[in-house]
């Protein structure tokens, strides 16, 4: 059986170690992408969770949450996002968008490895 997986549309150095430790932990596999295409692609082999930085100036993060909630055979994986917390309207957006979880950075942090346990079906 094959690992579950996890794609994160993540630039910021310090949350991709960050993930994939919690993910390693979890015993998922997790693969950061660095385009909309990308991530849009590696979707169709039904990730469990993808997570989008929403401050990711290399993809337009909320288009790609869009595009992908728009896809009546990607919308049913789990969207998590993740931003500052002083950015209300851009989070308020990305709910629209729909993601399925919209987190401040330091919550997206503190809970991380509960939130990959999760859809790892660890309990």
Same mark, same amino acid.
């Given at each position: 059986?094959?690992?579950?997986?996890?794609?994160?549309?993540?630039?910021?150095?310090?949350?991709?170690?960050?993930?994939?430790?919690?993910?390693?932990?979890?015993?998922?596999?997790?693969?950061?992408?660095?385009?909309?295409?990308?991530?849009?692609?590696? &979707?169709? /082999?039904?990730?469990? %969770?993808?997570?989008?930085?929403?401050?990711?100036?290399?993809? #337009?993060? @909320? *288009?790609?949450?869009?595009?992908?909630?728009?896809?009546?055979?990607?919308?049913?994986?789990?969207?998590?996002?993740?931003?500052?917390?002083?950015?209300?309207?851009?989070?308020?957006?990305?709910?629209? &968008?729909? /993601?399925?979880?919209? %987190?401040?950075?330091?919550?997206?942090?503190?809970?991380?490895? #509960?939130? @990959? *346990?999760?859809?790892?079906?660890?309990?």
């Amino acid at each position: 059986m094959h690992k579950k997986k996890v794609l994160a549309a993540v630039e910021d150095l310090f949350f991709t170690v960050k993930i994939n430790d919690a993910a390693k932990r979890a015993g998922l596999d997790v693969e950061f992408l660095k385009s909309e295409k990308d991530v849009l692609d590696r &979707a169709k /082999a039904n990730p469990t %969770l993808i997570i989008v930085d929403l401050n990711n100036a290399a993809i #337009q993060p @909320l *288009k790609l949450i869009t595009k992908l909630k728009g896809n009546s055979d990607l919308k049913q994986i789990s969207v998590i996002s993740y931003l500052s917390h002083v950015q209300g309207e851009l989070k308020q957006k990305a709910h629209e &968008a729909g /993601a399925d979880m919209v %987190l401040a950075r330091s919550a997206f942090s503190q809970n991380l490895s #509960q939130i @990959l *346990k999760r859809h790892a079906g660890v309990r």
